[in-house]
């Protein structure tokens, strides 16, 4: 008889992922003694491949197709005086020696030009896509990755700041600012003011885009139409939790946006997300 084996232990579990817990601040700037947990998506590892290729994805389905005209510079009178002229093949005007309608003479057809049927969007999976998400979400928790793009973090800030539901009401800029001011993030939009210019003559000015303004503080509602205070404030994004996108969190593909959440998006986000309330 073969003598029986002991049974294989079982590997260790691993232990469950921790759920970041946050102070919730009031409209005052001073932290409320409760506390709350966010979902576990903040607590994942930061993925910098997925977050640039999502935004990317996301860039490339906005862009427009667009082509030449089907007849852009073949619209001359052409002929071809023959060989043993010594002169080249190239079709040439009426009754003229000048070159035209050939890609290598001035005003010809272009050789390769760009046609609308080109296929510009670029696809992603819907994993990926979600990882992204949940990183760019992560991101948010690193001071260093928001100093990196550039913002003005205060001092000792634990982020991403969560406020209460009370900052969806505020309606007018005055209070919006008052408010930064007393969250020391007054300094960051004051960035994104310093640093907006104006666009010289060229093709985005004359397509509208005369300003390019930096992105500054992001902040996220409970639902669309909720502190319109601060929409009009430079480089200040207010989007709502149902619409937010990887874009948001990393303008450019770049992660670690200064974010503001709202206690009232927490749950939102966290039903998003498909997590259950610890």
């Known amino acids: 008889m073969t003598p029986e084996r002991a049974p294989a232990e079982a590997p260790p579990a691993e232990p469950p992922t921790p759920h970041h817990r946050t102070h919730v601040l ?3 700037g001073k932290a409320r003694p409760t506390t709350v947990a966010l979902p576990l998506a903040f607590s994942l590892p930061v993925r910098p491949d997925l977050i640039r290729r999502a935004v990317v994805a996301a860039q490339s389905h906005r862009r427009q197709p667009h082509g030449t005209s089907p007849t852009a510079g073949v619209r001359h009178s052409v002929e071809w005086s023959g060989k043993g002229r010594g002169v080249s093949r190239t079709p040439r005007l009426m009754g003229s020696m000048r070159g035209a309608q ?5 005003g010809g057809r272009p050789a390769h030009p760009p046609t609308t049927e080109t296929v510009w969007g670029k696809k992603i999976n819907r994993t990926e896509r979600r990882l992204a998400f949940a990183s760019a979400l992560a991101a948010t928790r690193q001071p260093k990755l928001a100093e990196a793009r550039g913002h003005e973090v205060p001092h000792g800030a634990s982020l991403p700041i969560v406020l209460e ?11 919006a600012r008052a408010l930064l001011e007393l969250l020391k993030l007054w300094a960051d939009v004051r960035r994104a003011q310093d640093k907006t210019h104006l ?3 060229g093709r985005a000015r004359r397509r509208g885009r005369v300003r390019r303004t930096p992105r500054s503080v992001l902040l996220v509602t409970s639902s669309a139409g909720r502190a319109l205070g601060f929409r009009n404030l430079p480089g200040v994004d207010v989007v709502p939790v149902g619409r937010l996108g990887t874009e948001d969190l990393a303008p450019g593909g770049v992660a670690g946006r200064l974010t503001i959440f709202s206690r009232a998006a927490v749950e939102p986000l966290r039903a998003r997300l498909g997590e259950a309330a610890p």
């Not at 050939?102 to 001035?106: D, I, L, Q, S």
């Open 102 to 106: 050939a890609p290598n003479t001035v």
């Open 165 to 175: 539901e009370t900052v969806e009401e505020v309606k007018t800029a005055r209070a």
């Open 26 to 28: 009031g409209l005052d």
């Open 199 to 201: 666009h010289g003559s």
